[in-house]
């Protein structure tokens, strides 16, 4: 079967609120979540089965920080919360082509290969899919079917709504699964192979300056 091509949706909070969890997991935080946000984007780019990316944010500093990353990215305020962004980005990307697979990819994914999301969408292959991420509790990719609503249902415990109207796919996808919300995420994230942005931050904080010279 020949996998459907799917326009993916990325939502991004303002850096200021985003990722509060993984304060501390280096000195300049902002610049962290966008590194990790940058890798994320560019990976999805890069994937098989991916026609284009629409990112949803609200903040100019995310607009600039993903220029050259071959993503479209719309500084969109007033939105209440990811559901709504994602919402949103699909109408936006439906309006362009009504029978369009729509995607809905979370931006905390810094050690994203670009074959896994690809493998992700082709066993969807036109399904209703979503992937959980490394807990089973949350999710990290919702796919819809061609021509359908969307229907994001993130937050706590998504996995469980998802699976209520949607088939899971993904479970060897290591680097699909493995989203990033604390330290010791992105430890876990640096143990599959960050992305260049974050990996270069990455280097370079206290903790991970440790590890190096203990190992």
């Known amino acids: 079967m020949t996998p459907t091509v799917s326009?993916?949706?990325?939502?991004?909070?303002?850096?200021?609120?985003?990722?509060?969890?993984l304060r501390g997991a280096h000195p300049e935080h902002r610049a962290l979540v966008l590194a990790v946000v940058?890798?994320?984007?560019?990976?999805?780019?890069?994937?098989?089965?991916?026609?284009?990316?629409?990112?949803?944010?609200?903040?100019?500093r995310v607009v600039a920080g993903l220029a050259g990353t071959g993503a479209e990215c719309l500084d969109e305020r007033g939105l209440p919360g990811l559901n709504a962004a994602l919402r949103f980005g699909?109408?936006?990307?439906?309006?362009?082509d009504p029978g369009s697979a729509v995607?809905?990819?979370?931006a905390d994914l810094p050690a994203l290969v670009p074959a896994d999301l690809g493998a992700a969408l082709a066993e969807a292959a036109g399904r209703r899919a979503y992937v959980p991420d490394h807990?089973?509790?949350?999710?990290?990719?919702?796919?819809g079917a061609p021509g359908q609503r969307l229907d994001p249902r993130f937050g706590p415990g998504s996995a469980a709504r998802h699976g209520e109207s949607a088939v899971a796919v993904g479970a060897d996808l290591a680097s699909l699964r493995r989203d990033v919300d604390t330290a010791a995420d992105l430890a876990a994230?640096?143990?599959?192979?960050?992305?260049?942005?974050?990996?270069?931050l990455w280097r370079s904080a206290p903790g991970a300056r440790a590890e190096n010279s203990s190992g």
Not at 44 to 57: E, K
Request: proline content about 3%; hydrophobic content about 50%.
């Open 7 to 21: 326009d993916v949706v990325i939502p991004v909070k303002h850096l200021d609120r985003a990722k509060s969890r």
């Open 38 to 60: 940058r890798d994320t984007v560019a990976a999805a780019v890069a994937a098989p089965g991916v026609r284009s990316v629409l990112v949803v944010c609200e903040d100019e």
């Open 90 to 96: 699909a109408r936006v990307l439906r309006s362009r």
């Open 103 to 106: 995607a809905a990819l979370q």
């Open 135 to 143: 807990t089973g509790t949350g999710t990290v990719l919702l796919v």
């Open 189 to 200: 994230a640096a143990g599959l192979g960050l992305g260049a942005a974050t990996a270069a």
